[in-house]
């Protein structure tokens, strides 16, 4: 059973960094795709940052220069390094897997989900 573990949120002021780790297990997590989405307050939820199982990365523009995905295999681990964060950015972080993956930053591509950790960003 694939299990995805967020951790690392919490909260910053104006321009801080935070850097979120999502621990997954129950499956060959090279093989995988793995994104980053997040949901404001009342809002939808979002793609902020997706990387392939070749080391390939997408962001959305709102987030380009400043947000950074990595992976590390080794510790089936996936990270996302956030940087001038900006109070707009306040909102639960998730993260998701999934596999033959076409749109990278669709939610509706990834089958696996975390529970999510709370980013809030103060002015």
């Known amino acids: 059973q694939v299990q995805l573990v967020e951790s690392g949120g919490g909260s910053v002021q104006a321009g801080g960094s935070l850097r979120l780790s999502c621990l997954a297990s129950?499956?060959?997590?090279?093989?995988?795709?793995m994104g980053w989405f997040r949901q404001p307050p009342g809002k939808e939820r979002e793609g902020v940052a997706s990387i392939d199982s070749d080391g390939s990365s997408s962001y959305v523009d709102a987030v380009k220069g400043g947000f950074t995905i990595s992976n590390d295999n080794d510790k089936n681990t996936l990270y996302l390094q956030m940087n001038n964060l900006n109070p707009e950015e306040t909102a639960m972080y998730y993260c998701?897997?999934?596999?033959?993956?076409?749109?990278?930053?669709?939610?509706?591509?990834?089958?696996?989900w975390g529970q999510g950790t709370q980013v809030t960003v103060s002015s």
């Open positions: 998701a897997g999934g596999s033959y993956i076409a749109s990278m930053l669709d939610l509706y591509e990834y089958t696996s």
């Open positions: 129950g499956y060959t997590y090279r093989h995988y795709s």
